[in-house]
């Protein structure tokens, strides 16, 4: 996977763009030593695949992986209490919402048409080991 801070978490008007030398790449290795036995070296051809990837049988990537784990989540709960015939006394809305980190938008929509009296949002936090996180920001 290539890295770069998510846009929410960068410090706006202080930060260099992409390029070669800030740029990096995760193959799902924790140390050098096994980066090497993975037969990865400078000059390692490397392309961007675009789906889906375990790295290194530790680790899952994929574009939009953040909200599709959300989604997976609340379709589980959804799905048990179907299974097991619970019965609630209130009308549930299950919403997987969308652009988070960049102002709430499908969040907001969908609450100023259901208006509920209540919400439980889930979301995932950041990998603070990746390279240019602020580790004590972007963990909270």
């Not at 030593?33 to 049988?57: S, Y």
């Not at 179907?82 to 809305?93: A, D, T």
Request: with cysteine; glycine share 8%.
């Amino acid at each position: 996977m290539f890295g770069w801070p998510a846009i929410h978490v960068r410090d706006a008007g202080k930060e260099e763009a992409p390029s070669l030398k800030n740029i990096f790449i995760g193959i799902g290795a924790e140390s050098k030593k096994e980066v090497e036995a993975m037969g990865v070296h400078v000059g390692t051809v490397a392309t961007f695949q675009d789906e889906l990837i375990e790295l290194n049988k530790n680790y899952l990537t994929g574009r939009a992986l953040d909200n599709r784990m959300g989604g997976y989540m609340i379709a589980e709960v959804a799905r048990r209490l179907h299974e097991n015939k619970k019965k609630l006394p209130f009308c549930l809305y299950v919403v997987n919402a969308v652009q988070e980190e960049i102002g709430l938008r499908g969040a907001e929509m969908i609450s100023r048409r259901l208006k509920p009296d209540l919400a439980i949002c889930t979301d995932v936090t950041h990998d603070t080991q990746s390279p240019m996180y602020n580790k004590k920001k972007a963990a909270t």
